[in-house]
Each structure stands twice: as C-alpha cells, then as structure tokens.
T-cell receptor
Framework: AQKITQTQPGMFVQEKEAVTLDCTYD???????LFWYKQPSSGEMIFLIY??????QNATEGRYSLNFQKARKSANLVISASQLGDSAMYFC??????????????FGSGTQLTVLP | DTGVSQDPRHKITKRGQNVTFRCDPI?????LYWYRQTLGQGPEFLTY????????KSRLLSDRFSAERPKGSFSTLEIQRTEQGDSAMYLC????????????FGPGTRLTVL
C-alpha cells in the first residue's frame, strides 16, 4: 500500500491566486512528521514546510501553509498568492519512527504545479 | 556555498561500466542519506549513514551498489556493472542528528546508462 498518496499529477493556477495540493498518508505510528518539498526543473529538493503529528496548530511558512487533518490522514499544502516562480514539482513526504534508526523520508509521486500569467 | 554538494551533476555511461558519485554534506551534519529518483516519481531511500557507520540499506540497494563514508564527512556511492535500469537521479541529503527536522538535499547526480 502507498504510504503517501498525491492524487493530482498536475495542477494549474492563475498567478496571484491560492492553490491547494493534496496529500494523504498511511501510518500506524502515533509519532511521525510530514514534509513538503519543492523540486524545480534544476532538480534540487527545496524544503518548504514541516508538520509534526503532535503539533496542534497547522504549520505556516510565509506563503505556505499545511492543512493538517489528522483523523483524515491528510496534509494538504496551500500556497497563497501564487507566483510564476512557484511552477515546479511538489512532493509530500513522511518520516516515521521505523524499526531501524534511519528515519528516512517516504515520498509521494508528486504534483506538477504550473502557474499561469 | 555551505549547502550539500554532489559531483558530478551529470554522468553518461555505457552499460556494464562502473560509476562513482560523491556527496559532501553540510559540515556539521552527522547523518547522511542517499535516495534514487526515477522519472516521474518521488525519491526512494537507498541507504543511511550516521557518522561513518552505514546503519541501514534499502532492498533497492542491490549487490552492485556500494556506499561508503570513510571519515564521517563526504560519502561515495558506487554502482558496478551499470544497467539501463540504473538510469535515475541520485540525491544525497544530510541532517544534524541531534536536532532539526529538515533534510537538506544536494542538487543530485543524473545518471544515464546507454
């Protein structure tokens, strides 16, 4: 079963408008972390925002906010006031306490966002 | 530049050749990760180092793959007898183990096996 599901392969948004990128996750752990990364065409993964499973408030970082609904196991990314430079691939990822010590990230398949002028 | 660096950025090789990639993490970061990203997919975990010790390996890391971090600083990932299916972006990430949540990623090495 997929641990991270991003159901939107591609999204379009008009410049200056807000957009929501969907992410659902699957875990049986109580302690976990959720991340969003941006990957422009250059390839580098850029960290955007983090939400811990015990955090009661939704995380915000500038124009990015994470709509965390624990019971529904969803962690949607909201980008407000979209800019042309926001056009990129966006990945949702989860870090769980696993049996080993690695605590690596598990990524979804991504959403390609295109901001239209 | 104090971020994670990777070398080379691009590598084209013929099937059957060996290749080696290098990752230089952020200097004080003791944890280092290698991921592989194929076209249209998210990165997948390959292996993890804490200091010089390789503590975890994914089942994706076949016997043809080997990774080292000899002095707990830079790391190398070697692929022997490359196959066309090895064509991918290889990403390195580092994190300070005692705190922080964000894994800092390098720019990646894009491997093409002809």
């Amino acid at each position: 079963a997929q641990k991270i599901t991003q159901t939107q392969p591609g999204m379009f948004v008009q410049e200056k408008e807000a957009v929501t990128l969907d992410c659902t996750y699957d875990t049986s752990d109580q302690s976990y972390g959720l991340f969003w990364y941006k990957q422009p065409s250059s390839g580098e993964m850029i960290f955007l925002i983090y939400q811990g499973s015990y955090d009661e408030q939704n995380a915000t970082e500038g124009r990015y906010s994470l709509n965390f609904q624990k019971a529904r196991k969803s962690a949607n990314l909201v980008i407000s006031a979209s800019q042309l430079g926001d056009s990129a691939m966006y990945f949702c990822a989860m870090r769980e306490p696993v049996s080993g010590s690695a605590r690596q990230l598990t990524f979804g398949s991504g959403t390609q966002l295109t901001v239209l002028p | 530049d104090t971020g994670v660096s990777q070398d080379p950025r691009h590598k084209i090789t013929k099937r059957g050749q060996n290749v080696t990639f290098r990752c230089d993490p952020i200097s004080e970061h003791n944890r280092l990760y290698w991921y592989r990203q194929t076209l249209g997919q998210g990165p997948e975990f390959l292996t993890y180092f804490q200091n010089e010790a390789q503590l975890e390996k994914s089942r994706l890391l076949s016997d043809r793959f080997s990774a080292e971090r000899p002095k707990g600083s830079f790391s190398t990932l070697e692929i022997q007898r490359t196959e066309q299916g090895d064509s991918a972006m290889y990403l390195c990430a580092s994190i300070l183990g005692t705190g922080g949540n964000e894994q800092f990623f390098g720019p990646g090495t894009r491997l093409t096996v002809l």
